[in-house]
C-alpha cells in the first residue's frame, strides 16, 4: 500500500514506503518551496500531517534537531 502525504499546496507526495515518502517530502519542500528540511524534519511533517496537526507552514526550514552537546 502506497504512504501519501499532501502539502497545503495541493501537491500529493506518493511512495512505497516511509523512507521513500520522507526523501519525496524533503524533495517537494526543497524545489517548490526552499525548505531544507532534515530527515528528522521530515520524519515530523509527516507524522504531524497523519495527525493532521500542524500546516507544512509551520515550518521555516531551519534544522529542528540538536546535536550531543548543544543547549536551548
Do not use: Y
Amino acid at each position: 500500500m502506497d504512504k501519501v502525504l499532501q502539502c497545503d499546496c495541493g501537491f500529493e507526495a506518493r511512495a512505497k514506503d516511509e523512507d521513500d515518502l520522507l526523501v519525496e517530502v524533503q524533495r517537494h519542500a526543497r524545489e517548490v518551496h526552499g525548505m531544507a528540511l532534515s530527515h528528522d524534519d521530515a520524519l515530523l511533517l509527516a507524522f504531524a500531517a497523519q495527525l493532521n496537526a500542524i500546516p507544512l507552514s509551520a515550518f521555516d526550514g531551519k534544522p529542528t534537531t540538536r546535536t550531543e552537546g548543544e543547549e536551548g
